[in-house]
């Protein structure tokens, strides 16, 4: 059973850090690329953070320009788990935060094979 679990979801100020994480189990995890996607209220989800698998010959990641030098992917292969450090929290970051796991890195969210329930990020002005 393929299964991913998102926390560390909440409510801060603008300007304020949240760290993310997703619990991995089911599955090879070090062959499968991970992505970080939002969605907030009456908008399209989008890809914000897209890391290649581990066991890729060709390592790559990717950030949307609008978390660029705000947000950081990380993963620790032995627990099967990805972190999404966010710091300098806008309100506009406002939005149910998901981790997905595909074959290979995209931002395409209709292409990953597993996702987590999400979780809800508030930023307050």
């Known amino acids: 059973e393929v299964q991913l679990v998102e926390s560390g979801g909440g409510l801060v100020n603008s300007g304020g850090s949240l760290r993310l994480s997703c619990s991995a189990s089911?599955?090879?995890?070090?062959?499968?690329?991970i992505g970080w996607f939002r969605q907030a209220p009456g908008k399209e989800r989008e890809g914000i953070v897209c890391?290649?698998?581990?066991?890729?010959?060709?390592?790559?990641?990717w950030y949307a320009d609008s978390v660029k030098g705000r947000f950081t992917i990380s993963r620790d292969n032995a627990k099967k788990m990805v972190y999404l450090q966010m710091n300098s929290l806008k309100p506009e970051d406002t939005a149910v935060y998901y981790c997905?796991?595909?074959?290979?890195?995209?931002?395409?969210?209709?292409?990953?094979?597993?996702w987590g329930q999400g979780t809800q990020v508030t930023v307050s002005s």
């Open positions: 089911g599955f090879a995890f070090d062959d499968y690329a």
């Open positions: 890391s290649s698998a581990v066991g890729s010959s060709d390592k790559s990641e």
């Open positions: 997905g796991a595909g074959v290979a890195i995209t931002t395409r969210w209709k292409e990953y094979n597993a």
